[in-house]
């Protein structure tokens, strides 16, 4: 088992920033890769950013260039660091992370991001 404790969220005005972290605990042998999914009220979850082993990252097209996902391997925790916040951004972000063996997904509880224009 893989716990995800995610935190700082909150509220921000149109063009600040927040940055959100997920802290792993548990059986984190053979992850793979960690990442950032976000859900608005009445849509779909979506692909925020990712990064896998080896520290390559991807990011949904409405985030390049705003926001930035890294990881601290030591602390077992990966960011995800959001400027010029939109309040199209707001939602409840999740925190991901893929294990390989056995192969499948945990998910953090999820923290709220709301950005008011």
């Known amino acids: 088992q893989v716990q995800l404790v995610e935190s700082g969220g909150g509220l921000v005005q149109a063009g600040g920033s927040l940055r959100l972290s997920c802290a792993a605990s548990?059986?984190?042998?053979?992850?793979?890769?960690m990442g950032w999914y976000r859900q608005a009220p009445g849509k779909q979850r979506e692909l925020v950013a990712i990064?896998?082993?080896?520290?390559?990252?991807n990011y949904a097209d409405s985030v390049k260039g705003r926001f930035t996902i890294s990881r601290d391997n030591a602390k077992n925790t990966v960011y995800l660091q959001m400027n010029s916040l939109k309040p199209e951004d707001t939602a409840v972000y999740h925190c991901n992370a893929e294990k390989l063996i056995p192969k499948r997904a945990y998910w953090g509880q999820g923290t709220q991001v709301t950005v008011s224009s």
């Open positions: 990064i896998i082993n080896g520290g390559n990252t």
């Open positions: 548990g059986s984190i042998f053979s992850i793979t890769a």
